[in-house]
């Protein structure tokens, strides 16, 4: 069975500090790893994913994000926060193609500070 | 990608009351899934749907509850059956799209239903 773990419920972080986001991952073959932000009022926004190839792939609104086999980890990272990246962020894997469902972590609220 | 509407965007809605949920996709799709966030928590997968047969549910769901329609490629809708206050929750419809160079998963805004 596949699973999402994020460890911190919250993140808080200084506007225009580097954020983090921690995710790891158990999927049973090949890890499809993705990051979606959901605002308030609002549905689940794609970020990145990554599939296959370089292990760091970037995606929208400066967002990356770095896959580490070895670790299980997909961590979400900016180099400079905004406070409008203040959102709920989930880490989700699938093992398979598109034709199968994502399983969801828990979800960290991340909190930017002006 | 793939855009995604959902009708309606909230509801409120008496105990012991149904709700049907649509989602529209503006491309042919195989598989569309239905998803449960209930307040404060993260997604939960209620069943996966493909047109011409059957849904699937996953442990925990059942048709009874929440039948699905799936008429054609682009269409699906959710009904929330004798619904009570456990019901209320953000309900969203997600399609995957595979092919010319991606492979992702893109959600509909959600509908946003409370039960009194």
């Known amino acids: 069975a596949q699973s999402v773990a994020q460890p911190e419920d919250q993140v808080n972080v200084a506007e225009g500090n580097p954020l983090t986001v921690k995710c790891t991952y158990s999927v049973s073959g090949n890890p499809y790893l993705f990051w979606y932000v959901q605002y308030p009022n609002r549905g689940l926004q794609f970020l990145l994913k990554y599939i296959t190839g370089d292990n760091l792939v970037k995606g929208s609104y400066g967002f990356e994000a770095e896959f580490n086999k070895s670790q299980t980890s997909f961590h979400l990272k900016k180099p400079s926060a905004l406070v409008s990246d203040s959102a709920l962020y989930f880490c989700?894997?699938?093992?398979?193609?598109?034709?199968?469902?994502?399983?969801f972590g828990k979800g960290t609220r991340l909190s930017v500070i002006a | 990608s793939a855009v995604i509407s959902q009708k309606p965007s909230r509801d409120i809605c008496q105990r012991g009351t149904s709700l049907t949920i649509q989602c529209q996709v503006d491309?042919?799709?195989?598989?569309m899934f239905w998803y449960r966030q209930q307040p404060g928590q993260s997604l939960t997968l209620i069943a996966t749907?493909?047109?011409?047969?059957?849904?699937?549910?996953e442990s925990g769901f059942v048709i009874d509850k929440f039948p699905i329609s799936r008429p054609n490629l682009t269409f699906s809708t959710l009904t929330v059956s004798n619904m009570s206050p456990e019901d209320s929750s953000i309900y969203l419809c997600s399609v995957g799209i595979v092919g010319g160079g991606t492979d992702t998963q893109y959600f509909g805004p959600g509908t946003r239903l409370t039960v009194l």
């Open positions: 491309s042919q799709v195989t598989m």
């Open positions: 749907a493909n047109q011409g047969s059957e849904a699937t549910y």
């Open positions: 989700a894997v699938r093992d398979g193609s598109g034709n199968t469902p994502l399983v």
